[in-house]
């Protein structure tokens, strides 16, 4: 939704769209960008948002978002993201008048359980079964 008007920029990311500034206005023509600028990018980046950053210094998007890529941990998705053990226990299921659970991939995959008053499942392995399926 557009507001007619720039947003107002956290102080941190005025001060780097300034060093930015001052480096292209006083750097030799073909001269790489030096590390220490990046690096601010890249923290930018982290706090703001790659196009929010790359937009406001003027750097090319990718190349940014490769950079962060590289130093921030990728994100883990899926069963290892997930805790190793989670107990449900049929006592507190039994009691329930029913409930939903559902699975879902990164790959989009889905899987959703329906359970109606007192029934219990072996949901460990059905689980089990789903995030190993391909």
Same mark, same amino acid.
């Given at each position: 939704?557009?507001? #007619?008007?720039? %947003?107002?920029?956290?102080?941190?990311?005025?001060?780097?769209?300034?060093?930015?500034?001052?480096?292209?206005? @006083?750097? /030799?023509? #073909?001269?790489?960008? $030096?590390?220490?600028?990046?690096?601010?990018?890249?923290?930018?980046? !982290?706090?703001?948002?790659?196009?929010?950053? /790359?937009? @406001? *210094? #003027?750097?090319?998007?990718?190349? *940014?978002?490769?950079?962060?890529?590289?130093?921030?941990?990728?994100?883990?998705?899926? $069963? /290892?993201? !997930? $805790?190793? &053990?989670? +107990?449900?226990? $049929?006592?507190?299921?039994? /009691?329930?008048?029913?409930?939903?659970?559902? &699975?879902?991939?990164?790959?989009?995959?889905?899987?959703?359980?329906?359970?109606?008053?007192? %029934?219990? *499942?072996?949901?460990?392995?059905?689980?089990?079964?789903?995030? +190993?399926?391909?």
């Amino acid at each position: 939704m557009a507001t #007619g008007g720039m %947003q107002k920029l956290p102080a941190e990311m005025g001060r780097a769209a300034a060093r930015w500034a001052k480096w292209r206005r @006083t750097r /030799a023509l #073909g001269t790489r960008i $030096p590390d220490s600028l990046w690096q601010l990018a890249v923290e930018s980046a !982290a706090l703001y948002g790659v196009s929010t950053t /790359a937009t @406001t *210094l #003027g750097v090319d998007y990718y190349a *940014l978002k490769k950079r962060l890529d590289a130093q921030t941990p990728p994100r883990r998705i899926g $069963p /290892a993201a !997930a $805790p190793a &053990f989670v +107990e449900l226990a $049929p006592s507190s299921l039994a /009691a329930a008048r029913g409930c939903v659970i559902e &699975f879902e991939k990164a790959s989009g995959a889905k899987m959703r359980i329906e359970l109606p008053g007192s %029934q219990v *499942l072996d949901l460990a392995a059905l689980g089990r079964s789903f995030w +190993e399926a391909r």
